[in-house]
């Protein structure tokens, strides 16, 4: 398949893991974070942590945003799709999320309408479909996923579907690592930056990486040579004593993004003052609400929400995780009391999750044995 | 569409909330009244795709995420 077969070839991939121990300086301790998912569970399923020198450390960003979500917002979720009437939906990952009170897929149990969707225009042909409803979208995810719900609210206003609204719960990528450089927890010599959020937000936002904190950043794609050739740039320009945004995913990713897409999201949302981020704590300026042009369409505003912030459970350590302060491994529930199909902590809900991808790929296996 | 609950994934083993990983699909006829196309994944799987972020025309490979195409592939240099 084009754009593929290319970049799993095992003759290259030994070929760069062989570039990257060249370049790597022995008795250096490297740490490099893939700020993405995708990027998590890309490493793991091709076990490219395995190609890479015993010095070179991987490290599992927030860039899952079923992960960041903290139990408040589901609850807030909850508390909307148990109204008497109304359809509720959401993707697929975001049913298995548990709030204070159990998931989406509980409250479904319990005679809520809640519904999976692939694509908020999905939930807005349903909301077509039942117009003696209310249809609620519970619109999740960074840059990538946000011009998909902007779109499609544009399209519910022209439209004048008036049982359409949403509980926007998007979050830009910006933030998150401005805080995690600021953290003292954790020293990072350099980021392997989003593939996709890169291609609506362009490589332009992540100057401040060197700029501010003199770290380089790459941003790569996700098939394995792609990651490996992330990772060997990111370690060349540290051999180099370079410190810059490179683009490994050009054939992707253009260095402005997509303006159509910033255009439309500029129009649809606005910056939340502030947004609470499972793990991370409130980081201001770090997700969006709805513009006060499209009010109308607001769930938050149109039905209210609780709004309570829940403490996460005291045996999950998804924080840690999510600041890669700890390997999912590490966690005291990784495996026992929390798995893929009962899981206590949202890193293991999805499987772009740190701690599900770990699981899914035998880490858990191979890590238990090192213990 | 099956409702069932569990990890969502798409037929190539990525999941689709985010995740931060496309599909690429070739756009197999366009509405442009409606800003919307029909395109196909590798495994031949269809599905009405929302168009008004890239210029697409039949044949071209689009990166869609969520329902929505986000960019035009092979425009540039791999």
């Known amino acids: 398949m084009r754009f593929v077969d290319e970049f799993r070839d095992a003759e290259l991939g030994r070929a760069l893991a062989g570039q990257i121990l060249a370049t790597v300086e022995p008795g250096r301790h490297y740490k490099v974070m893939e700020v993405c998912g995708g990027h998590t569970h890309s490493i793991y399923k091709y076990g490219i942590d395995d190609l890479l020198p015993a010095n070179v450390e991987l490290v599992h960003g927030p860039g899952c945003p079923v992960c960041v979500i903290p139990m408040g917002r589901v609850d807030d979720g909850i508390a909307l799709a148990t109204r008497p009437g109304v359809i509720f939906t959401c993707f697929g990952d975001m049913m298995r999320v548990p709030g204070s009170e159990g998931t989406f897929l509980d409250a479904k149990a319990r005679g809520a309408d809640v519904r999976m969707v692939y694509s908020p225009l999905d939930a807005l042909r349903i909301a077509k479909e039942n117009p003696a409803r209310e249809v609620i979208f519970f619109a999740i995810g960074f840059e990538t996923t946000a011009p998909s719900t902007a779109l499609t609210l544009k399209r519910a206003k022209?439209?004048?579907?008036?049982?359409?609204?949403?509980?926007?719960?998007?979050?830009?990528?910006?933030?998150?690592?401005?805080?995690?450089?600021?953290?003292?927890?954790?020293?990072?010599?350099?980021?392997?930056?989003?593939?996709?959020?890169?291609?609506?937000?362009?490589?332009?936002?992540?100057?401040?990486?060197?700029?501010?904190?003199?770290?380089?950043?790459?941003?790569?794609?996700?098939?394995?040579?792609?990651?490996?050739?992330?990772?060997?740039?990111?370690?060349?320009?540290?051999?180099?004593?370079?410190?810059?945004?490179?683009?490994?995913?050009?054939?992707?990713?253009?260095?402005?993004?997509?303006?159509?897409?910033?255009?439309?999201?500029?129009?649809?949302?606005?910056?939340?003052?502030?947004?609470?981020?499972?793990?991370?704590?409130?980081?201001?300026?770090?997700?969006?609400?709805?513009?006060?042009?499209?009010?109308?369409?607001?769930?938050?505003?149109?039905?209210?929400?609780?709004?309570?912030?829940?403490?996460?459970?005291?045996?999950?350590?998804?924080?840690?995780?999510?600041?890669?302060?700890?390997?999912?491994w590490e966690c005291k529930v990784f495996g026992t009391a929390c798995t893929p199909e009962h899981a206590i902590g949202t890193c293991m809900v999805s499987p772009e999750g740190a701690c599900a991808a770990y699981y899914n790929y035998g880490r858990f296996a191979r890590e238990r044995e090192v213990v | 569409m099956s409702d069932a609950p569990g990890p969502c994934f798409d037929l190539a083993g990525h999941c689709i909330t985010c995740g931060d990983e496309g599909v690429e699909m070739r756009v197999l006829g366009v509405d442009a009244a409606r800003g919307l196309a029909l395109c196909e994944d590798a495994q031949g799987k269809r599905a009405t795709v929302e168009i008004a972020l890239v210029d697409a025309v039949a044949g071209a490979s689009v990166l869609v995420h969520a329902g929505t195409a986000i960019a035009t592939l092979g425009e540039r240099a791999a």
């Open chain 1, 158 to 328: 022209a439209e004048g579907v008036a049982n359409f609204s949403c509980v926007c719960n998007h979050v830009t990528i910006v933030p998150p690592l401005r805080a995690l450089l600021e953290s003292p927890d954790l020293r990072l010599d350099g980021f392997i930056g989003p593939g996709h959020v890169s291609t609506v937000v362009g490589a332009r936002p992540f100057g401040f990486i060197p700029a501010d904190y003199g770290r380089p950043v790459v941003i790569a794609g996700f098939e394995p040579l792609d990651v490996l050739q992330a990772i060997q740039m990111i370690l060349r320009q540290i051999a180099d004593g370079r410190c810059e945004v490179e683009n490994q995913y050009r054939r992707v990713v253009p260095y402005e993004g997509n303006l159509r897409a910033l255009e439309v999201m500029a129009e649809v949302f606005e910056l939340r003052p502030h947004f609470e981020w499972r793990g991370l704590g409130f980081i201001s300026q770090s997700a969006l609400r709805l513009s006060d042009a499209y009010a109308d369409l607001d769930a938050e505003q149109r039905f209210g929400v609780p709004g309570v912030r829940i403490a996460d459970p005291k045996a999950c350590q998804c924080g840690e995780v999510l600041k890669g302060v700890i390997k999912p």
